[in-house]
DNA sequence: TCTGGGGTCCTAGGACCC
DNA sequence: TCTGGGGTCCTAGGACCC
């Protein structure tokens, strides 16, 4: 049977969970920014009909935030995550064929919908809206991508009014022209721009495009890109997501580093980190990757990284933090200003699908022990244990100014009603 | 002075094997 | 002097996504 795919993405995202918690704003500018408050992560649309661009530098708008008086808002992925959770709950009693995308993103399958598409999707919005506080546009089309183009334009057009039902519909080309080739699903910059040269500036001239042309020149990818606008489906609904490959934690700094001592030290504290995300999914890792980076903005900018690979895949912190900063000593280089380093783990399997190692020296009984009890302590208070290695004073680490209070997930930040 | 974080997939090229 | 062809595996880098 085929599908019907319906794209919900909620408007906005970052900024509508900061506005369900600040009725005041709800028709103001507002920005959500990224970590350490670099750059524009989310625009509310009166900032967007600013001019002010998705990744736009802080420094770079400041004249602007005061001039029209915009709220700011440091990143809270705590609440913004706990949000997406009960959003992505109410849309499960739509249908049980559903995809969770990403944190604002879900395709529903409405195949089985008897009646009016859009009238169901206009009903769906609406609950999401009443139970969540928050906003959500709807594309429906026979493919992924034709879904997301439907949604695309129900995000824009007045008459739309959230939804857009693009299955047999008589102004398919009529859409497809609107939409510039740079705004399709898994069409990037680079490849728009080599696909002008080519005469091809829209979704319809991407559509029209010869699809064996598209794989030579471009690659497989791309000719799935066409095929897809064409109307053939080419990814399905992917209810179970394949295992995870890699796992990373990596943060700016909240101030250059040039100490040896200090990069250790984040690199312990994004080890400590990384160990818990792992325990967490009940993984174990068997490579070990850091990486620093100074400013890529100097002329010496300097890039590296280290990797080493664990005899038996593992879930240890000890382990990972004592890796982590070997791979430092060998990385550091005295006179560069470290803006960021990050740990990446890969070869992820399953925690009891750890192939033992006949030569193994370590109780992995007692540390996996060890590890429960750590992580059940860290989960209930607040700073909990760390290892020595992570530092105290922690001069690196990053700044969040303007965040919000963890609304939904800490007692202590209840909301109050005045 | 000041530019995020966490992922995925594909491809080309090198190493190695018979 | 003349120096193959085909396969696999791995890795780094590119491009993309939200």
């Known amino acids: ?44 649309n009166e900032v967007k009909s600013l001019g002010i661009r998705m990744g736009a530098a802080v420094f770079e708008i400041e004249d602007l935030i005061k001039k029209h008086d915009i709220t700011v ?10 949000m997406s959770d009960r959003i992505m709950e109410t849309l499960s009693t739509f249908t049980p064929e559903m995809e969770v995308y990403s944190i604002d993103e ?23 809206k009443q139970w969540t506080g928050v906003p959500v ?8 991508t034709l879904a997301k183009i439907a949604n695309y334009i129900a995000k824009r057009s007045e008459k739309a009014k959230g939804v857009l039902d693009l299955t047999d519909s008589p102004y398919m080309d009529k859409v497809l022209a609107q939409v510039p080739a740079e705004k399709i699903w898994g069409i990037g910059s680079r490849t728009a721009a080599k696909l002008k040269h080519l005469g091809i500036n829209t979704a319809l001239d991407l559509s029209r495009a010869d699809a064996e042309m598209v794989r030579d020149k471009f690659g497989v990818v791309y000719a799935r890109v066409v095929c897809e606008l064409q109307g053939a489906c080419c990814y399905d609904l992917e209810q179970n997501p394949p295992a995870k490959k890699s796992l990373a934690v990596s943060r700016m ?24 995300k792992l325990r967490e999914e009940n993984f174990a890792a068997s490579l070990l990757t850091v990486y620093v980076i100074t400013s890529m903005f100097i ?19 000890t382990e990972l933090i004592s890796s982590a900063q070997l791979c430092v000593e060998k990385l550091y280089r005295k006179g560069c200003k470290f803006k960021k380093c990050g740990i990446v783990l890969n ?8 192939q033992q190692n006949l030569f193994d020296t370590r109780d992995r009984q007692k540390t996996k022990r060890l590890m429960e009890v750590i992580d059940k302590i860290n989960s209930s208070t607040a700073p909990g244990i760390f290892w020595a290695a992570e530092g105290i004073r922690q001069p690196w680490r990053v700044k ?15 909301p109050e009603a005045v």
């Open 73 to 82: 808002f440091s990143s809270n992925y705590t609440l913004y995550a706990d």
């Open 253 to 276: 700094f909240g101030r250059p580093v040039e100490s040896l001592e200090q990069l250790k030290e984040a690199a312990a504290n994004y080890a400590a980190r990384a160990g818990e």
């Open 400 to 414: 969040f100014k303007k965040r919000s209070k963890h609304y939904t997930t800490d007692w202590n930040h209840l």
């Open 106 to 128: 879900a395709f529903l399958d409405l195949a089985g919908i008897k009646g009016s598409l859009t009238d169901y999707s206009q009903k769906i919005r609406n609950t999401v």
């Open 137 to 144: 546009s709807i594309g429906i089309a026979k493919t992924k």
């Open 1 to 44: 049977m085929s599908r019907v795919f319906a794209l919900v993405d909620c408007n906005n995202f970052y900024a509508s969970c900061e506005r369900v918690f600040n009725p005041k704003i709800a028709n103001k500018p507002i920005i959500v920014l990224s970590n350490n408050d670099g750059i524009v992560v989310a625009r509310s």
């Open 299 to 317: 002329k010496n900018a300097y890039y590296n990284s280290q990797t080493v690979e664990f005899q038996t895949p593992t879930t240890n912190t």
């Open 347 to 354: 070869g992820l399997v399953q925690q009891d699908n750890i």
